[in-house]
């Protein structure tokens, strides 16, 4: 059997349909069967787990998905692939294929209809949003208890950054926050069709039984370290000033930082998870007086 995920397949698939490739979509479809592999591998699904996939595209990787899981809920945006991923998957009765944005998708209740208790994503993300989707996913606690994805290589940089390089922000204390990260492997563009701009990795990333740091309030913290790297060359008090609601004064914003054993002209690039856990809870503790 002639996998899909095969260059020859994938050219003969969208030559016979006629499909047009969209940029604004984010459309590589991923043809490296050993990079594949290693993406089956490094997720560690078995044939008991739900799986839910990001951007099937034609249905390369969602076909490998299937025959090693016990379902695979396939998301995708681009109405015009559906009959394609249709035709292509109609071979397998685990498959769920559903036409939609993920970012407006209920996937706690897609999970809880499964009855499965958790899910494992794996998926060749699409790249103009691949930030906002590992956000979405981290930030709002799903239960998701692990995720193995293709991404850009500078988002795999970001996740991994350390504290005070140009790579760290809101994505790394993210991830931090809820999961243990492991890069599986460097992708190179000739991996694609098409060929992408940018270079890619695959990274692992193993939800956390708990987090290293305890919050008062995790919406709080979350929307703190968001608001700190939104404007990311101005000091912290100045973005919670400017783009939070605290009804507190800048003066009143730095007595927190000082509280905390903080520089009061610090930049968020200057705080690890700590500092934000311990500058969330003065926060907290200051505006529920």
Do not use: W
Request: aromatic residues 6%; proline residues 4%.
């Amino acid at each position: 059997m002639e996998f899909i995920s095969t260059h020859g397949r994938t050219r003969q698939i969208i030559e016979n349909n006629s499909f047009h490739i969209k940029k604004g979509y984010g459309q590589n479809f991923l043809v490296d069967q050993h990079v594949i592999q290693k993406i089956i591998d490094g997720s560690g699904i078995t044939k008991g787990d739900l799986v839910i996939e990001i951007g099937p595209g034609i249905g390369g990787l969602t076909e490998r998905l299937a025959i090693e899981s016990k379902k695979v809920i396939a998301v995708e945006i681009d109405k015009a692939l559906i009959p394609i991923l249709r035709e292509n998957l109609e071979p397998y009765d685990n498959i769920e294929i559903i036409n939609s944005d993920i970012l407006k998708t209920d996937l706690r209740a897609l999970i809880e209809k499964e009855n499965a208790g958790h899910a494992k994503i794996v998926a060749n993300l699409p790249y103009y949003i691949t930030t906002p989707i590992i956000m979405s996913i981290l930030e709002n606690n799903l239960p998701v208890k692990t995720m193995t994805v293709m991404i850009q290589k500078e988002v795999g940089s970001r996740i991994r950054a350390e504290v005070g390089s140009k790579d760290y922000g809101a994505l790394t204390l993210a991830v931090q926050y809820r999961a243990k990260a492991e890069l599986l492997a460097n992708v190179p563009r000739n991996s694609f069709i098409p060929r992408p701009n940018v270079d890619s990795a695959v990274i692992h990333l193993t939800r956390l039984e708990n987090p290293p740091v305890t919050a008062s309030d995790e919406d709080l913290l979350f929307k703190i370290i968001r608001a700190t790297f939104e404007q990311r060359r101005k000091t912290i008090v100045n973005c919670l000033f400017n783009l939070m609601d605290f009804g507190l004064s800048k003066d009143e914003l730095g007595a927190l930082l000082i509280n905390c054993s903080l520089n009061v002209n610090a930049r968020g690039e200057e705080l690890d998870l700590n500092n934000f856990a311990a500058l969330a809870d003065e926060i907290y503790r200051r505006i529920n007086k």
